[in-house]
């Protein structure tokens, strides 16, 4: 059996060429409203994304359901009232479990990380944010890398 190089081995490659820029990633601060931030989940049709401080460093993350989870929780079991999301903070209800890996992980690390989340927050030694990776682009990635080493399997074999 042929050795594998390393360096080509998808697993063990950086995931930085993977990375979504900062620049094309929609964030929230810690300090906006629910509103607002509600608002901007909306009208940018995603459900989560990523939250940051005053200087850039992710907190966490806020998603619609945290929000409306936040909302269940103040409403007692009354009726919830939307117009009260300006009186309480993203930092009150985002989820904080949420911390980001670094730009210069490994493919195999972060693959079991976005096992269970669309994305995770791609951040640098000082915790700001570099950009996001997402489920979609790991997975794509690996298709790839299967259907390539498929390929030369077969051509291996025809030959």
Do not use: C
Request: charged letters at 25%; proline letters at 3%; hydrophobic letters at 40%.
């Amino acid at each position: 059996m042929q050795k594998r190089d390393q360096n080509n081995y998808l697993f063990s490659r950086e995931i930085t060429p993977y990375i979504i820029p900062k620049e094309k990633v929609v964030v929230v601060h810690t300090d906006w409203s629910l509103e607002r931030a509600l608002l901007v989940l909306t009208r940018k049709g995603t459900n989560s994304v990523p939250v940051v401080n005053d200087q850039e460093q992710v907190e966490g993350i806020i998603s619609k359901t945290d929000i409306l989870d936040f909302m269940l929780k103040i409403s007692q079991g009354n009726e919830i009232d939307f117009s009260q999301l300006k009186g309480y903070t993203v930092h009150e209800a985002m989820n904080k479990n949420h911390s980001g890996i670094l730009a210069n992980s490994i493919f195999s690390f972060a693959f079991e990380v976005l096992v269970n989340r669309p994305y995770i927050p791609i951040i640098d030694l000082k915790g700001k944010l570099v950009g996001i990776l997402t489920r979609k682009v790991i997975m794509e990635q690996v298709i790839n890398y299967f259907k390539e080493e498929y390929m030369m399997m077969n051509k291996l074999q025809g030959s």
